[in-house]
């Protein structure tokens, strides 16, 4: 399994077919405590940099994009009952939904793990 | 000046201070074209509170008001009496001269008001949750069509030939810009409304059914078959209340499976005040609530762990959604929401029933003395406080005639439907508890003259 | 001689540290009383309001009889009058002390407006009676559009949006209309990026694409960006003025010229049009729509949040397509024109926005207000209003920073940032500090251009010796603030309420009471 990072503070891992998506630790200190996230539906299908979620904080609400394309296959049901876990635990349990990969070759363009903590160190 | 403290000391010491010479430098950033040298023209100079308020009463005189006349007009605004307690708590300072709250600490007493106000706006209406109060019933209205548009993705909704024909026109309004398919024709005058028919017309693109209840007609019926229809289709039921009175005596919308119920809520707490302000109720189901206009207080604890309360979910708003919000709106009625609430608060459950069924026991007292009139058919076999008459001649004229009699005899369905000519003899007619007996007879002799 | 000492002791004995202020049995603190729910002291029986028994008849209400318990509490009249009296104290007003919140206009509502929308003959007539028994209202409403057109300088004005951001929609309504009257589709609306909130969320709703104009350095509308933007496709620029930066947008004119050049008209936001009433008129600056907060301006009420009124002023170009209804004046009558009687000479009305008139009652205090101030008053109104916060601005843009004070004097409103605060603290800190002083807190986090923005109107209504007092407890909290003071972070200490849990408010809402309490829900 290996995990990418994108510019927009999502982290993406891969299994097989299957990506895994969520937002990093550095995004939910920035955001402060969530306090509800949206998930799309089963069954959505998202071209890459469509809003696929919300996630709210007292003052404000970002969207989170789909960093690749593909066809949700899960959304993270303890969220809805428990927004903290992304404050807690963003980047295992606080994930957000599952997509199933459309086109694989959108993943080449994205950071591995070194490279996206250089480039938050930059910010 | 009476409201302007600075004397001409306190301007030179302050221009001082400031390190300007005069006035005008202040004032330096705006372009000496558009800089006016003299006092706006044909405005008098500032004037006595007494000459304004003879001014004032003046034109006041020159309205008859609706204490002053036997009074028989509603169609989206009721006269009720108002406790005197009612008023003079809506104007503490405390209150009337507060803003929205958004320094939670010393804004307590306006948020727990709210509090207040949407458990019971929530309670009457049948539903799980209640804002904070929208600009007033119209534009509830139409905020709940958008809703249902963005919970099922339908643009399409149809509204019932009851629902009163501003909160329709509103709806057109914003319809045209949104794009959303309304679907509307004006009613009949049968004593059934149109709930079977709407019925048929649900389908698969349809967002939501709204009905207003009771209708614009004064009519009431039972509003869960259209529900379950409406829900079958995937489609939202939308019930309007303007007369929430009424909710002393029949059942709550919510109850019948409505699932957003929208209301004016003039009628407890707020005067006639020729239209406005009003007050928007709005309240749904708790799984709508993030999908819902407009501000909402909640409950939470302090730092010293006492309870308290805030805004929330202000996330929703456009104050921090910009683009994304639920809505433009960005003021709530908030005086009004007190004033309904305190009303609320005195009457109780108890007083609202009793108050409720008041005003159905004159309201039936009226309609069975009218229909005694030669040339007048009471349309409705249901009804609250409000009835449809059809008379043998256009109500319009009708109204008008009794007017210059000192009578305000009701709402001529002529003037709700000017394009409708088939129903213009309507007469529709609001019998509240400031209706008197003596009230009832001076209407009916008046009309049994205009109608021999 | 006698030594009479009966009698309660006339000195106080002076407080140690065992004599401070201890927890009551109650909870309350003298005259700072605690009230519960409604619904906790409450019940379904009680009632303070007495009525006539109900004639016996037959009930016509069909199957429909409401037979289930409301849960709606009543409390006895004293009660009630208890209830809200005592929550009303917990509340912070104008009429209590100094509300320099920005851009809401927090002047002094004068006792005689409330006393006028009261007479009967404007608070007990119904929006549908018969136009021959409601002259006088109608007077009202031609009368208050007569000076709300003169004193901007344009040609019509809508009366019925019910606020500020109704105002808006009513604006950008008839702008998308006049654009769609003459076959011109256009799809974008330009907002510079200090505006309200409101101005994209109205834009977004009439169907447009929102763009941000940037700043310059100088906090104003970066004009070359501007010009280099508009197009074909622009339907209209959204500015503020006074921005909310409060400043004047010195290149209005040539702004609007350039919109206008492009085919696009000017929206302004009226929000700050205190700081120039009566000095300055709008239409003189090329404005094609603008509304008009009477509850700010012009004194209405704000009642804790609402209702507000926010009439729109238009110009020529787009008064074919205000809203319905309005009034008329037609030989010594006035006449309401309404959908009926529309068609004969407004057929280009792009409809009825609201089911009666607008804000009647904030009519008749705002007419009251202007008639009051005069064309002296007015005037005097803005030349004080500007006075007063470029007094604050330069009193304090010695211990605050005052990121725009460098490029001249401010209009209504005086913007400060929280740079130079000690490490941690943060505006909200001063806020809060400021509720223990005794004032409410200023317009806190924005502009959002501004970090840290605290953007403070002190309304022409406040004395000098009112805003020394304030000058002197803000200058205090910054110099705290600086010097990392902690105590300061604990406040407020003196309010009813500490800081709240706005965290646990969102993430487990309770918004209608229940019989469970707030412990539980939250487990």
């Known amino acids: 399994m290996s995990r990418y990072f994108t510019e927009e503070h999502e982290w993406i891992d891969v299994a097989g077919d299957i990506a895994t998506i969520g937002i990093t630790e550095y995004a939910q200190e920035q955001l402060g405590d969530i306090v509800f996230v949206e998930l799309p539906n089963e069954g959505a299908t998202f071209d890459k940099g469509d809003d696929a979620a919300v996630v709210e904080s007292v003052k404000a609400a970002s969207d989170v994009y789909a960093p690749i394309s593909g066809e949700v296959v899960e959304a993270n049901s303890a969220l809805e009952d428990e927004p903290a876990l992304v404050n807690s635990d963003a980047e295992e349990d606080g994930w957000f939904f599952k997509l199933r990969i459309a086109d694989a070759s959108e993943l080449e363009g994205l950071m591995d793990e070194a490279t996206y903590k250089k480039f938050v160190a930059s910010l | 000046m009476r409201y302007l403290p600075l004397t001409a000391t306190d301007r030179q010491d302050m221009l001082s201070v400031i390190g300007a010479t005069s006035i005008d430098d202040l004032f330096i950033d705006v372009p000496a074209e558009a800089r006016l040298a003299e006092k706006i023209a044909g405005l008098p100079d500032h004037a006595s509170e007494l000459a304004v308020e003879r001014h004032m009463g003046r034109l006041a005189a020159k309205n008859l008001s609706a204490g002053a006349a036997p009074f028989f007009l509603g169609a989206g605004a009721y006269k009720h009496h108002v406790p005197a307690s009612v008023d003079h708590l809506i104007q503490r300072g405390e209150f009337l001269t507060a803003y929205t709250p958004y320094q ?74 949104t794009g959303d398919a309304l679907v509307h024709e004006a009613p009949t005058l049968d004593a059934a409304t149109d709930i079977d028919a709407l019925i048929g017309a649900i389908d698969k693109d349809t967002s939501c059914v709204v009905v207003q209840y009771p ?98 979910l202000s996330t929703r708003e456009q104050h921090i959604r910009r683009e994304k919000a639920t809505s433009n709106i960005c003021t709530n009625s908030g005086l009004c929401a007190l004033a309904f609430s305190i009303h609320m608060t005195l009457l109780g459950e108890a007083g609202l029933r009793e108050l409720a ?96 | 001689m006698t030594m009479l000492k009966e009698g309660r002791p006339t000195a106080p004995v002076p407080v140690k540290e065992a004599h401070m202020a201890p927890q009551t049995a109650t909870g309350n603190r003298a005259l700072m009383l605690e009230e519960a729910l409604i619904f906790e002291i409450g019940s379904t029986a009680t009632t303070g309001v007495d009525f006539a028994p109900a004639p016996q008849v037959a009930s016509r209400l069909g199957t429909l009889a409401r037979t289930d318990s409301i849960g709606l509490p009543g409390l006895s009249e004293q009660e009630t009058v208890r209830h809200y009296t005592r929550l009303s104290r917990q509340n912070y007003a104008i009429d209590l002390g100094l509300f320099p919140l920005g851009s809401c206009t927090m002047k002094h509502n004068p006792r005689l407006n409330e006393k006028v929308a009261r007479m009967p003959g404007f608070g007990d007539i119904h929006p549908l009676q018969p136009q021959s028994t409601v002259q006088g209202a ?238 002296d008053g007015l005037r005097q109104v803005a030349e004080d209003a500007v006075l007063n916060a470029n007094y604050i601005l330069r009193s304090l843009d010695d211990v605050l920073d005052a990121p725009f004070g460098f490029s001249g004097p401010c209009m209504h409103e005086a913007l400060f940032s929280d740079k130079g605060l000690a490490e941690g603290f943060t505006t909200l800190d001063i806020a809060k500090g400021l509720i223990d002083e005794g004032f409410h807190p200023m317009t806190m986090y924005f502009p959002l251009v501004v970090h840290g923005a605290m953007l403070v109107e002190p309304t022409e209504t406040e004395s000098k010796a009112a805003l020394d007092q304030f000058i002197m407890a803000l200058r205090s909290l910054a110099q705290r603030a600086k010097a990392g003071d902690e105590a300061l972070k604990g406040a407020p200490y003196h309010a009813p309420r500490r800081r709240l849990d706005e965290t646990l408010a969102a993430r487990k809402p309770v918004l209608t009471w229940s019989e469970l309490d707030l412990a539980q829900a939250a487990e």
Request: aromatic letters at 6%.
């Open chain 2, 357 to 452: 069924m008041l005003n159905h026991g004159l309201a039936v007292q009226a309609a069975d003395r009218l229909a005694q009139v030669p040339g007048v058919k009471l349309v409705n076999d249901s009804f609250f406080n409000e009835f449809t008459l059809v008379l043998a001649k256009d109500a319009r004229d009708v109204v008008r005639n009794l007017a210059d009699k000192g009578i305000l005899g009701g709402v001529s369905l002529g003037r709700l439907f000017p394009d409708a000519t088939a129903i213009g003899n309507g007469l529709v007619v609001a019998v509240t508890e400031t209706v008197t007996a003596e009230d009832i007879e001076i209407l009916a002799k008046a009309l049994e003259e205009e109608l021999a």
């Open chain 3, 138 to 375: 109608l007077a009202v409403i031609d009368e208050l559009a007569h000076w709300l057109i003169t004193l901007t300088g344009m040609h019509a004005v809508a009366m019925s949006p019910k606020a500020g951001a109704h105002g808006e929609l009513c604006g950008l309504l008839a702008i998308r209309s006049a654009l769609e009257a003459r076959g011109d589709a256009r799809s974008v609306v330009l907002v510079p990026e200090s505006a309200h909130g409101t101005n994209p969320a109205t834009a977004a709703f009439c169907g447009y694409k929102v763009e941000d104009i940037p700043a310059t350095p100088e906090g104003r509308v970066d004009l070359a960006a501007l010009k280099a933007r508009l197009g074909p496709d622009v339907a209209a620029v959204m500015i503020t003025n006074p921005n909310t930066c409060g400043l004047f947008e010195r290149e209005m004119k040539t702004i609007s010229d350039a919109v206008h050049a492009a085919g696009a008209f000017v929206y302004c936001d009226g929000a700050n049009f205190n700081a120039i009433v009566g000095r300055v008129r709008p239409g003189d600056l090329g404005v094609d729509a603008m509304h008009i907060n009477l509850h700010k301006t012009f004194s209405t009420p704000h009642g804790g949040g609402g209702p507000g009124s926010g009439p729109v002023v238009l110009s020529q170009a787009l008064a074919p397509f205000a809203p319905l209804p309005f009034v008329e004046k037609q030989g010594d009558q006035f006449v309401l024109i309404e959908e009926e009687t529309a068609g004969d000479h407004h057929a280009g009305t792009f409809g009825r926005m609201v089911a009666f008139h607008g804000q009647m009652g904030m009519f008749t205090r705002a007419l009251t207000y202007i008639l009051s101030h005069g064309a």
């Open chain 2, 104 to 177: 939670p600490e010393i804004a307590q007493g306006t948020l727990q008001v709210l509090f207040e106000f949407q458990t019971q706006v929530a309670r009457l209406l049948g539903c799980d949750v209640a804002n904070a109060s929208m600009y007033d019933g119209s534009t509830a209205c139409w905020e709940a069509i958008g809703m249902a548009r963005r919970i099922t993705k339908r643009g399409k909704a149809l509204l019932s030939s009851g629902l009163h024909p501003h909160y329709v026109s509103v709806a057109n309004t914003m319809a045209k810009f």
């Open chain 2, 215 to 312: 209708d614009i007609l004064g009519r009431i019926a039972d509003l869960t078959p259209l529900a379950d229809a409406a829900h079958a289709a995937g489609a939202l039921l939308v019930a309007v209340v303007t007369e929430p009175v009424a909710l002393g005596a029949i059942k709550a919308p919510g109850a019948m499976g409505a699932d957003i119920v929208v209301g004016e809520g003039q009628s407890i707490g707020v005067g006639l005040q020729f239209g406005g302000p009003y007050l928007g109720l709005f309240a749904c189901k708790q799984k709508y609530v993030r999908q819902m206009p407009g501000r909402l207080c909640g409950e939470t604890l302090d730092a010293a762990g006492k309870r308290g309360f805030v805004l929330t």
